[in-house]
């Protein structure tokens, strides 16, 4: 792999790794990213979550419709 193969796969690998937005949590579980967002008075969802989060709790907040 050249340099330029590097750097795409590098920034690939970027975007699947982001950090968690604030204040959720991003663990992983059972072989399963969690973004838990429970319990933090959010009005909206969080922007910015990691695109391999496969479950999301938002209980007990105040996001309406």
Known sequence: MGPFG???????????VRACPEPCACVDKYAHQFADCAYKELREVPEGLPANVTTLSLSANKITV
Do not use: F, I, M, Y
């Open 6 to 16: 590097a750097l795409c796969l590098a920034w690939a690998l970027l975007g699947v």
